[in-house]
């Protein structure tokens, strides 16, 4: 059975718009059948309030009024705001949180006719790599469901992969995309700091938080960041510099193919990448360098310290970010009676937050701390932007700096959890990207023991049109995307 | 010693600082006037209004101050319930951070001398939401109510140096200020709100005490003298100041404990990812300085100069309110005689509209420029003593009278000779011993004036019954 795209859905549905109503009746009865072990939701809509709005859009087709999307059914990261649908952040803290307005992505996505199907599971607050640290319950891998899907995106990825929604939107922090989209054979895809509107993202830390899409083809993941890409008045670090249309390029990219420069710093595949994944990555260089691409190896030292600038940066942002949840005026909620203000912070904040969230708000709340500020957050953000610097002056020389996208296969449920300094070294490959505000693309290159492995391009800032352009190109040689597990077809 | 923290509300932005919510905040239903922004739900996200800038630019050039390259937000943690993202957007004086301008002055008169009073630093940042009372006071409330109407208004933190060493010289600092945000055209200090004075105080031997919440020009004194006397009576009797805050409590007059401060607070600050760094531009600031409007200080100057004021009345006249200043020159443009004007606005106007508990802009409306005018036309013409202008003077402000309707009720200069010399004969025959003594010396006439003027209650022209009194001694003497 050939595994339906995003775009061939759109197309098909343009022919025939009353197609979109048994796409919904497919995808719900697969979600009735899948969900149960896989549980990528937190919160689904009802189908019959799915097939209304179908009914709106089939309207539109038919009269051709319908946007780019018309027949795209699309699952929702929880931590992006979408108006009078519960939005929890995976967190018994906004359990009950019905935001009263949409984020801007979401807007976008249904202005131009997309509909939503539902809302995904995460790491609460994105803190994780392997969405485990949901308040509600985890996300299993459907390629193999003893392991985790990644994180913190997970719901987003599986719901994909599982063909429980044809393309979805996540975010990433530290990698949220791009790991689970690696681990579940998927395309993620995390846009330049500064390209899509952050407005109605629940904040993790703001200096690096991006949404992106998760979807099964490059050319799918063209089309959603053909929408939601763009400056947005409502968020002032959203400059969204636009260069073209995206499809075309990936069309253009499958079609003539290109001929880049790619370039591998050393120490983002020597400490800590697992052997198996390291012989794939170079396999997959030689495949590259058979079909025109050039590769070179470059050390850059400095990388060996994006880890900790990153998670002090994060943490940092974080405890200032998650400020704000208090019960007085939405979320968790206690009777006040009878104590002061600060008794019924704690008490909210202590019952509301998970561990991983209290240990990350406790060290960011230390490291912006008076004497502690200059040693930790201050010297991490020098570090940060030696860390741009050096790798705009690679890009300077070279198109692309490639690396795996994970130095792991998916890790059994629990195995990682156990101890946050195993859990965070898995982000060692991705953070670069976000510390540097890069746009980075996960492309599915690899099975190893029929466990997926991706393949991570990170271009130069707003370079969207070439980095998706040359996915698209390296998706055609490798060929492995569009999969999906064949248990849930 | 005295150290200030004025925070002004911009209140000629039309909207909040960070968000598109009306500015004009007052009088609404509570949390009405709101928005996820600045209700801080979570994603949503600041976005600078730059009219704000503006606006500073213009306040810290008044106030000869240095401006920054660069506007720089920074996050000032806190957690308190009236503050929706526990975090008050704001400026801050450290690495990577900076407040918009610094260094300044403002130049003050106490008691006649000149005084340099030195600005620290001005920082943007936005207003918290309100905490409502629901029974008058903190003690007495079992509950209380969060209004977030006010909250995101942009406002200026302006700081002095502790350079203010008197409660008389803070409130005259205060005033200025005052005066200078309003021909700005920045702040409107009249609004109930708009312009909140923290003071640090110490004495000698004492530690420093912080008082919040003084809301007028007036409180400034009356808080600090009950604050240095508070200190000064605990260091004479051997005890010790701590270093707390207290707040002004208006109604009682006194300053209450509300928490003693062990420790600086640690705020956390860090400069706000969510609002990217701007330039303040050379050419940004050359244009407002282009367009900043007369000082307080030069229209001073220029009212003695040009309208022979003396300066107690061109100061009172400014300092009091840009409005009074412009009615002021409205009425002399039309009607003349600016010494005059100057001393009934002063002396009569500001008066009765105090008494009656109106504000400035009712007590212009009901003297009117064309009322004034015809008041100081019946003056001019001997139509009306200086008695009866302050009279019609009061009773406009006190009634909202048309003076034409004052005229036809009578209240006039009594001109008719006929009349008068009837009161003059009833004066003679009631008084022969001061007629007697008037004969004698030429100075006891004003006695029988006296009596004429009194028996038609101030309304007789004084001239005219000084002449007839002559007139009438004459034939008396003749027999």
Redesign the interface.
């Known amino acids: 059975m050939e595994v339906p795209t995003l775009a061939s859905v759109i197309e098909e549905i343009r022919s025939r718009p009353k197609l979109l109503t048994e796409y919904i009746e497919e995808i719900y009865e697969r979600i009735n059948r899948v969900e149960p072990i896989l549980r990528a939701y937190i919160t689904i809509r009802p189908k019959e309030e799915v097939l209304r709005d179908a009914k709106v859009v089939i309207e539109k087709l038919r009269s051709g009024e319908a946007g780019k999307l018309a027949g795209a059914l699309v699952a929702i990261k929880d931590n992006i705001v979408t108006k009078g649908l519960r939005t929890t952040c995976a967190s018994r803290m906004l359990k009950d949180f019905i935001p009263p307005y949409n984020a801007t992505v979401v807007e976008r996505l249904l202005s131009n006719d997309a509909i939503i199907i539902g809302k995904t599971n995460m790491d609460e607050f994105a803190m994780g790599s392997t969405t485990e640290n949901s308040a509600f319950y985890p996300t299993r891998n459907p390629w193999d469901t003893n392991r985790v899907p990644g994180g913190s995106s997970g719901g987003s990825a599986v719901a994909v992969s599982a063909l429980e929604a044809l393309a979805s939107l996540g975010s990433d922090t530290g990698g949220s995309v791009r790991a689970p989209a690696a681990f579940t054979a998927t395309v993620g895809l995390k846009p330049t700091y500064g390209l899509v509107s952050r407005y109605g993202l629940i904040a993790y830390a703001s200096s690096m938080d991006q949404i992106g899409p998760i979807c099964r083809s490059v050319v799918d993941t063209a089309l959603i960041l053909d929408v939601i890409a763009g400056k947005d008045g409502k968020d002032a670090t959203c400059i969204g510099v636009r260069k073209c249309n995206y499809v075309d390029e990936v069309r253009e990219g499958i079609n003539d193919g290109v001929k880049a420069k790619l370039v591998v710093i050393e120490e983002m595949v020597s400490e800590g990448v697992e052997p198996v994944i390291k012989a794939s990555f170079e396999r997959t260089l030689r495949k590259l360098e058979a079909n025109g691409f050039s590769v070179s190896w470059v050390s850059e030292q400095i990388i060996k310290y994006s880890l900790p600038a990153y998670y002090i940066i994060a943490m940092g942002e974080a405890s200032s970010n998650l400020a704000r949840y208090d019960g007085l005026r939405y979320g968790l909620h206690h009777s006040v009676e009878g104590l002061s203000w600060y008794e019924v912070f704690s008490k909210v904040r202590s019952e509301g937050f998970g561990r991983e969230v209290k240990r990350r708000i406790l060290v960011g709340t230390y490291v912006l701390s008076a004497g502690y500020y200059d040693a930790y957050y201050l010297r991490a953000s020098k570090v940060r932007r030696v860390i741009r610097d050096r790798l705009k002056d690679l890009l300077r020389r070279y198109d692309f700096i490639v690396s795996p996208t994970m130095p792991v296969l998916p890790p059994k449920l629990g195995e990682r959890i156990v101890d946050p300094l195993k859990l965070y070294a898995i982000d060692v490959e991705t953070v670069v990207a976000n510390l540097a505000g890069l746009p980075a693309i996960s492309v599915p290159s690899d099975f190893i023991s029929n466990l997926p492995v991706g393949f991570q391009i990170m271009g130069d800032e707003f370079s969207e049109c070439y980095l998706l352009k040359v996915s698209a190109f390296i998706e055609s040689i490798l060929k492995v995307s569009p999969t999906a597990p064949s248990w849930v077809m | 010693m005295i150290g200030l923290e004025i925070h002004v509300q911009i209140t000629s932005l039309k909207t909040k600082l960070f968000c598109s919510c009306p500015a004009d905040y007052r009088g609404k239903e509570p949390n009405t006037n709101v928005c ?1 922004v600045c ?10 209004n730059m009219r704000a800038l503006r606006e500073a630019i213009k306040v810290a050039l008044a106030l000869n101050m240095n401006i920054s390259d660069y506007l720089v937000f920074t ?1 000032k ?1 806190y ?3 009236d503050l ?4 008050q957007i704001s400026q801050y004086d450290g ?2 951070s900076t407040p918009i301008a610094r260094g300044g002055y403002i130049m003050i008169k106490v008691n006649g001398n000149l005084k340099k009073v030195r600005i620290r630093r001005i920082n943007i940042e936005e207003d918290p939401g309100r905490i409502v009372y629901p029974f008058a006071s903190a003690a007495k409330s079992p509950y209380v109510m ?1 209004d977030y109407n006010r909250s995101g208004i942009a406002l200026l933190e302006i700081v002095t140096e502790p350079d203010l060493t008197s409660p008389r010289e803070a409130r005259e600092f205060v005033r200025k200020l005052a005066s200078i945000l309003e021909h700005l055209g920045v702040c409107n200090p009249r609004l109930e709100g708009a312009l909140r004075v923290d003071a640090n105080v110490s004495v000698r031997g004492g530690e420093r005490v912080e008082i919040k919440n003084i809301g007028s020009v007036r409180d400034v004194e009356k808080a600090l003298s009950y604050e240095i006397t508070r200190q000064l009576a605990i260091v004479k009797s051997g005890g010790k100041v701590v270093r707390e805050t207290r707040h002004w409590d208006k109604s009682r007059g006194v300053t209450v404990s509300a928490r003693v401060k062990e420790l ?1 607070e ?1 705020y ?3 400069p706000d ?4 760094v701007i330039r303040v531009s050379k050419g940004l600031i050359d244009e407002v300085r282009k367009e900043l409007p007369e000082l307080p200080d030069e229209r001073i100057t220029r009212f003695i100069r040009d309208y022979g004021l003396s300066e107690y009345l061109a100061s009172v006249l400014v300092m009091e309110s840009k409005l009074l200043a412009d009615y002021f020159e409205d009425v002399v443009n039309v009607c003349r005689y600016p010494r005059l004007i100057a001393s009934i606005l002063i002396n009569e106007f500001l008066r009765w509209i105090d008494e009656a508990k109106i504000d400035i802009n009712e007590g212009i409306r009901r003297l009117s420029k064309d009322r004034l005018c015809y008041v100081i036309n019946l003056y001019s013409e001997g139509k009306i003593s200086t008695k009866l202008l302050k009279e019609y003077v009061k009773r406009i402000v006190l009634e909202d009278i048309d003076p034409k309707d004052l005229v036809k009720e009578g209240l006039t200069v009594l001109s008719s000779e006929e009349f008068i010399e009837r009161i003059v004969d009833e004066v003679f025959r009631e008084y022969r011993k001061a007629v007697e003594d008037a004969l004698k010396n030429p100075k006891a006439i004003n006695f029988l004036v006296g009596q004429v003027m009194r028996k038609t209650r101030g309304r007789a022209d004084p001239k005219l019954v000084n002449e007839i009194i002559r007139r009438r001694l004459i034939s008396v003497e003749r027999g």
């Open positions: 996820p209700l801080g739900l979570p994603g949503s996200l600041p976005v600078f996050r943690h957690f308190y319930p929706p993202k526990n975090y690495i990577g969060i600086e640690d956390r600050y860090f990812p969510d609002l990217p």
